[in-house]
């Protein structure tokens, strides 16, 4: 008796399929029995070590079975393209009721042709279920199936690279074609319970399932790889709940990653808590070196305003200045010359700073957002305020900047900057003419932004003129109070 021959018990039809993900037969043989006008519930469907597994069944029950011939003018069995879609997906699903279901859609789509559109029918509903589970399986395979090295005695035969995994669903056929793209001139297997794939770099083979203890348990590799992971981890972008449900902990045990989320999961808990309170983002470590900071910042592009074609400016000045002057973002010339106040608005900021007889040199200036954010008109880049998100999620490179200068006095010039020490919006005419702690023990002084004299005329500019220069001398004469202290 074949595999594949169908069994009639009393009125009903059994019928096997010898492979479980075996799309091709179970239509084949749906359609044949939908062209007999078998009703759904007159069909077992079974398949090798299922519950319902009629082959393991004794008796007469086992005599082979024709089915009725179809009457000549029977319309063909129609299946719209999404039914087949969907049902190639369903075929993979571990679920033994699988066939009986998609059989029951094909049967009713011969009568409702547009069933597969009702998003509240159970069948339709019950195969998109399965089709997305087995869309995550295959999904899953491909993110966590990790390959290690083995020992081969061949030696003419390469390196050997063997993976083993624990699919839920018939997936394993379905992803060949993926491994053997992407490792196409690796020789590897990929083990698991119910199947193997061995690939040697032109033939691909199926072999029997597989135990955990035939594959590798790990490769010196992996240490590097495990360094490479823990320096990639980003704690700003960790959600737990979303990492668990992404990377769920049953495939841990496989990657030799996973040894290390348990520690970088709580370091990162720390770490998020302080940055809920600030709003802002953590790209891990501080570096150890302005210069290192900066490196960091040229590749940044966390916020829409680094997709921009400008450059990160970083700040400059004495790296153990007592001041540091915070602006807002460079400038058009900021940008172009990669050093921050050396336009207009800077040109204002140092015959103020002269004025009041602070070194420009003595000083670090640094601004609250690193990126130029500039509409084009004409061939004109025109200056766009940074909004309160970009301002935050820019706080980790100043905060870094002032751990490392460590300056004792910070001036902001204008809201955005003042946003970014205080991490909320403030306004700066109440608040301007004091000192402000700052959590590390430093003050903070506010002041208008000199761009903010640019844009006045005639009275209203001379009036902001004196009360900048009042700011200033005030600030001036605090620095020189702490650095004679
Ligand atoms: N305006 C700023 O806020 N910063 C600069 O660097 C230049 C202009």
């Not at 699988?98 to 009702?118: G, K, V």
Request: net charge neutral.
């Amino acid at each position: 008796m074949t595999a594949l021959q169908h069994l009639a018990v009393g009125r009903h039809y059994a019928v096997h399929l010898p492979e479980p993900d075996d799309f091709d037969l179970w239509r084949e043989r749906a359609r044949a029995l939908v062209e007999a006008d078998v009703p759904p519930d007159r069909v077992a469907w079974s398949e090798p070590g299922g519950a319902g597994d009629l082959f393991a069944l004794e008796g007469p029950a086992n005599a082979a079975l024709r089915l009725p011939v179809p009457p000549r003018d029977r319309p063909p069995v129609r299946a719209s393209r999404r039914f087949v879609e969907l049902a190639k997906s369903v075929v993979l699903h571990s679920d033994p009721g699988r066939f009986a279901l998609l059989y029951r859609l094909l049967w009713r789509l011969q009568r409702s042709p547009r069933i597969m559109e009702d998003k509240a029918d159970l069948d339709v509903r019950r195969a998109e279920d399965l089709a997305k589970a087995v869309r995550r399986d295959i999904h899953k395979m491909r993110a966590f199936a990790r390959f290690r090295l083995v020992e081969s005695d061949e030696a003419e035969a390469g390196e050997h690279y063997v993976a083993w995994f624990e699919p839920e669903h018939h997936i394993l056929r379905a992803n060949a074609g993926f491994f053997v793209r992407r490792f196409a001139t690796m020789r590897w297997s990929i083990l698991t319970p119910r199947g193997c794939l061995h690939w040697n770099g032109e033939v691909l083979e199926e072999g029997p399932p597989a135990q955990r203890g035939d594959a590798p348990a790990g490769d010196p590799a992996e240490d590097l790889w495990r360094t490479y992971y823990a320096s990639i981890f980003n704690p700003a972008r960790l959600k737990i709940g979303a990492m668990v449900k992404e990377m769920p902990r049953k495939y841990w045990k496989n990657m030799p990653e996973a040894v290390l989320i348990p520690e970088l999961i709580a370091g990162a808990q720390a770490r998020e808590a302080r940055m809920v309170t600030s709003g802002s983002l953590d790209f891990g470590p501080r570096p150890a070196t302005l210069a290192a900071l900066g490196e960091g910042l040229h590749a940044c592009r966390a916020c829409p305003i680094g997709a921009l074609e400008s450059r990160a400016v970083m700040g400059e000045g004495a790296h153990d200045a007592t001041l540091m002057i915070v602006g807002e973002q460079p400038g058009d010339q900021e940008d172009l010359a990669g050093r921050p106040f050396v336009g207009p608005a800077g040109q204002v900021l140092d015959r103020h700073l002269a004025q009041a007889g602070i070194d420009r040199g003595s000083a670090y200036l640094t601004n609250a957002a690193k990126h130029f954010k500039y509409v084009m008109k004409g061939k004109r880049r025109l200056h766009q305020s940074p909004a309160a998100k970009e301002i935050d999620t820019c706080r980790w490179w100043l905060e870094n900047e002032r751990a490392l200068v460590r300056p004792r006095m910070v001036l902001a010039l204008g809201a955005s900057a003042a946003r970014s020490l205080l991490g909320r919006t403030v306004s700066v005419g109440r608040e301007r003419g004091r000192a402000i702690p700052l959590e590390d023990g430093s003050e903070l002084w506010l002041t208008v932004h000199p761009s903010y004299l640019l844009r006045l005329e005639g009275e209203a500019q001379a009036e902001q003129e004196r009360l900048f220069a009042r700011d200033l001398a005030q600030v001036a004469a605090r620095l020189a109070e702490l650095e004679g202290a």
